[in-house]
């Protein structure tokens, strides 16, 4: 075959699409993109001779290696500003015409071109993560360097993906929405993501945090961390603890205590937030589990509140953990006058629905929220846990069911069934 036929069957491929480049390229046409305004010559397989490879027209479709290529490397990673690996760009039929909106828009808002999948329902969110600098001035100033990541949009792909979900499993990415409200963020304890230094400088200022893994429920993996002080003013000698379950340990150096913990840890990801020191009910800490719900008729509702007192020997409050279920009221009562308790549950509610707003802005796929608060020695309200797909048992062990009937028929109206199997939730009051 002459030199000339080769290259005008070249040609021919490059216009066809993807099968004829496919079978130019078995015969021997290995093209190279362009660099620097020329073409690098390709050796053919067959023949051993150089060549110059043809340029592939660009058809709108996803039919040539080689356009891929280009578009990965040159147009559309300068116009979102990051260099694109080949693979990051999906080799789909209809690729090419949305490769702009995948590759740039979404990759110059969370860094990642597999976001793109979610071009409905995840746009709302990388809206939320990129909030302007001004609005976000406050809340840096509180929360360093978790409301920074807000406000630079580095939620994370793990929240993008969630976006359409009911189950958000994790805490730093909802804790993160939460703290760009501001209505909600004022109720949120500081919280960093678990590092050495993180844990050092958090128990320098509270001397009692909490460290939880990001993913995880009913209690599971909870730390209670102390920095302990003995002795007179220049006289002080410092120590630490951390308690996992019934488990208490002691320790004289820091470097100690940060090694035995993060063994404790698993190598899983973990938080360490702000202590607060719960109200308690004969001598045991509790905190209230409040559920809010979407309405049958729309919007939302929060249709119930529980009290959960701890078992003694544990840190958390959990009926899985062996927690005691009480009505919320009967454990304020010694804290609160009747008005004071009524102020503070409607107070609570509205927390909730303030929760569940935000938190829906940037998961539209949620219906119900479980939010587990705890209230200071001053009856202020915490945000301690945001759980997106709550378990209402503990409300089967309350002597009034009016509540528990009314979870039951929302949840109902969206789909949501309750298997209502609480063993090992203990009963606070008899009915």
């Known amino acids: 075959m002459s030199r000339k036929r080769r290259i005008a069957k070249a040609g021919k491929a490059g216009k066809a699409g993807a099968d004829k480049t ?8 290995t093209g190279r993109r362009r660099k620097s305004g020329k073409f690098k010559k390709a050796k053919s397989r067959y023949s051993g001779k150089t060549i110059k490879a043809k340029k592939v027209r660009r058809t709108g479709e996803n039919g040539s290696s080689k356009k891929t290529k280009a578009a990965d490397k040159g147009e559309y990673a300068k116009k979102s500003g990051n260099a694109l690996k080949s693979r990051d760009v999906k080799k789909s039929a209809n690729a090419a ?17 597999g976001a793109a999948k979610k071009s409905g329902a995840a746009s709302k969110l990388i809206a939320l993560k990129q909030g302007g600098a001004a609005n976000q ?19 994370g792909k793990p929240a993008a993906q969630a976006a359409g979900k009911r189950r958000i499993a994790d805490k730093w990415s909802k804790t993160l929405v939460l703290l760009r409200d501001e209505k909600v963020r004022g109720y949120v304890p500081l919280t960093k993501m678990l590092t050495k230094d993180s844990l050092s400088s958090m128990l320098q200022l509270y001397g009692m945090v909490y460290v939880k893994p990001t993913r995880g429920s009913l209690g599971r993996g909870v730390i209670k961390a102390e920095l302990l002080s003995q002795g007179g003013k220049g006289a002080s000698k410092r120590s630490y603890a951390y308690q996992l379950g019934r488990n208490r340990r002691k320790f004289e150096s820091y470097d100690a205590f940060y090694r035995s913990l993060m063994k404790d840890t698993q190598g899983e990801n973990y938080l360490v937030q702000k202590g607060i ?39 958390v409050t959990n009926g899985s953990q062996g927690g005691s279920i009480y009505p919320t009221a009967y454990l304020l009562k010694p804290y609160a006058s009747p008005k004071a308790r009524r102020e503070l549950l409607g107070r609570m509610d509205r927390i909730g629905i303030d929760t569940v707003k935000r938190l829906y802005s940037a998961y539209p796929g949620i219906v119900e929220i479980g939010l587990d608060l705890a209230l200071d020695r001053n009856l202020k309200p915490w945000i301690l846990e945001v759980n997106t797909v709550p378990d209402p048992c503990p409300f089967s062990l ?3 069911q009016t509540m528990l009937r009314r979870i039951v028929r929302y949840g109902k109206a969206y789909g949501r069934t309750y298997r209502l199997n609480c063993t090992k939730a203990k009963r606070g009051l008899q009915r």
């Not at 496919?22 to 046409?29: D, E, F, L, S, T």
């Not at 406050?138 to 920074?148: D, E, I, L, P, Y």
């Open 22 to 29: 496919r079978k130019a390229g078995r015969a021997g046409i």
């Open 97 to 113: 015409p949305h490769g702009r909106f995948g590759a740039a828009d979404q990759v110059g808002a969370n860094g990642k071109a």
């Open 137 to 155: 001035a406050g809340t840096v100033k509180k929360f360093g360097a978790a409301a920074n990541a807000v406000a630079t949009g580095k939620i």
């Open 277 to 315: 020191h719960l109200l308690k009910y004969k001598g045991l800490p509790f905190d209230i589990r409040l559920m809010v719900q979407r309405k049958p008729q729309g919007g939302w509702e929060a249709t119930g509140t529980v009290g959960r007192v701890a078992h003694p020997g544990k840190i």
């Open 398 to 400: 309350l002597p009034d």
